[in-house]
């Protein structure tokens, strides 16, 4: 099946540690995107990623980072800098994302919970 | 600031009941619009998109949209709601192409629409 798969499903993290999230499409799309996504917020832009080894920062991007050296990868991760990082993150990708629109498929999504 | 709109927060309808759900965008010039839902516990799933062409746009599980332009509209309707169709529903727009990136989605902030049987 294709798809976007991320992992992992729910996340529980320390205060002050790292923590990376997965994400992985098998659907040959060039573009991926990182969103997060808070009650009564929907979602907000934190990376994307047009082409292998090239990405952009989005509205929210303070305290992440990601990383693009595979086609079908496209790990974010939520560092001690970030303030409140308590939220659902999904991932997505698009066939083609830089001079044409199109549309946009989304992972089931990582809770990730600050303790 | 430039922004998608959505004004209802939370809607409650019984089954059968008619569905409206308003969406609003500030931006100028061409845009391609989208309706995404998430039932409870599943992924994001496009629900109907508008790129050009026919400003009545049909998806999928009977719901369809209007693009208005001149009043900077997209409004997602049902004629009758199922208990099934409990989800929060959340458009979305691609502004003009700036340029400087990739074509962006912006999103409103969702309207959590619940069914009564």
């Known amino acids: 099946d294709g798809g976007i798969t991320q992992s992992p499903k729910y996340l529980f993290r320390k205060e002050g540690q790292n923590v990376t999230l997965s994400c992985e499409q098998n659907l040959n799309h060039d573009a991926m995107y990182w969103y997060r996504q808070d009650p009564g917020q929907g979602l907000r832009l934190i990376y994307y990623s047009q082409i292998v080894n090239d990405f952009q920062k989005g509205d929210i991007a303070e305290g992440y980072s990601v990383s693009r050296e595979k086609k079908e990868s496209f790990p974010l991760t939520v560092t001690s800098a970030q303030k409140n990082p308590t939220a659902f993150y999904l991932c997505?990708?698009?066939?083609?994302?830089?001079?044409?629109?199109?549309?946009?498929?989304f992972g089931p999504g990582t809770r990730l919970t600050v303790l | 600031a430039q922004s998608v709109s959505q004004h209802n927060h939370h809607v409650i309808l019984s089954e059968a009941a008619s569905l409206e759900l308003g969406c609003n965008y500030s931006y100028g010039g061409t845009v391609n619009l989208f309706w995404y839902v998430q039932y409870p516990g599943q992924h994001l799933q496009l629900l109907l998109k508008y790129f050009s062409g026919d400003p009545l746009v049909k998806g999928i599980k009977g719901f369809e949209a209007e693009f208005i332009k001149s009043k900077f509209s997209f409004n997602l309707r049902k004629p009758s709601v199922q208990w099934s169709d409990t989800a929060e529903y959340f458009c979305?727009?691609?502004?003009?192409?700036?340029?400087?990136?990739?074509?962006?989605?912006?999103f409103g902030k969702g309207t959590k629409l619940s069914v009564i049987p």
């Open positions: 979305a727009v691609n502004p003009p192409y700036s340029g400087a990136g990739s074509y962006q989605l912006t």
């Open positions: 997505a990708s698009s066939r083609q994302g830089a001079k044409f629109p199109d549309t946009q498929y």
